[in-house]
């Protein structure tokens, strides 16, 4: 499921440190990958999850960042987070077998 998180930088934030806080959350939803990093630009930072990683996991990182968006220590701005891509905010799906 190819998708991409994005996050914007709040202004005046320490950016080092808020894409450390988003590799962390990265690292901890897809352990025990560590191919996946964010990547800094400009005024914002990205993920790009490949294929394989399962829905639930590209959700986990979204849901995370969303959470820590807006607040002082987040370095993120208020409703930034961004997912794109296979796996979007609302799809949440599962297949049982019976």
Do not use: W
Request: charged share 20%; hydrophobic share 40%.
């Amino acid at each position: 499921m190819a998708s991409q998180l994005s996050v914007t930088f709040a202004s005046g934030a320490n950016r080092l440190l808020a894409l450390r806080k988003l590799q962390t959350i990265v690292d901890g939803a897809v352990a025990p990958r560590l191919d996946i990093r964010a990547v800094e630009h400009t005024d914002h930072a990205d993920l790009d999850f490949p294929d394989d990683v399962p829905a639930e996991q590209v959700l986990a990182c979204y849901q995370a960042a969303v959470n820590m968006a807006g607040t002082p220590e987040s370095g993120y701005t208020s409703g930034s987070p961004l997912l794109t891509g296979d796996v979007l905010s609302g799809s949440r799906q599962r297949v049982y077998s019976v």
